[in-house]
């Protein structure tokens, strides 16, 4: 079983930067992918960022590529989202996942099966 925490939103003008993080209670973390998902009020819960379990390769949705960046720390168990140029349309509750096995490294939302509760970013125009 894995429990995901995550922290770090808040309420920030266009422009601002923010970081989010997740901590995992997992024992496995450092061998598996991790992944942000967002999910804008009335809006389906949408891919963001993943990344491979070293570290070494990352995965981004088009609409935060350049602007966002995913990171990883594997001796405390911490997955990092640091958010930079934010636009309102960033506004969402952002959501950290873990995949059920090691082998699987992916953009769909179906592939994660661990959640976090979630954390409110909220972007002013």
């Known amino acids: 079983q894995v429990q995901l925490a995550e922290s770090g939103g808040g309420l920030v003008q266009a422009g601002d930067s923010l970081r989010l993080s997740c901590t995992s209670s997992?024992?496995?973390?450092?061998?598996?992918?991790m992944g942000w998902f967002r999910q804008a009020p009335g809006e389906e819960r949408e891919f963001v960022a993943a990344v491979q379990w070293s570290g070494a390769d990352t995965l981004y949705a088009d609409s935060v590529k350049g602007r966002f960046t995913i990171s990883r720390d594997n001796a405390q168990n911490t997955v990092y989202l640091q958010m930079y140029s934010l636009k309102p349309e960033d506004t969402a509750v952002y959501y950290c996942?873990?995949?059920?096995?090691?082998?699987?490294?992916?953009?769909?939302?179906?592939?994660?099966?661990?959640w976090g509760q979630g954390t409110q970013v909220t972007v002013s125009s």
């Open positions: 997992g024992r496995t973390f450092s061998s598996i992918a």
């Open positions: 996942a873990a995949p059920r096995f090691a082998g699987t490294y992916s953009t769909r939302l179906r592939d994660y099966t661990y």
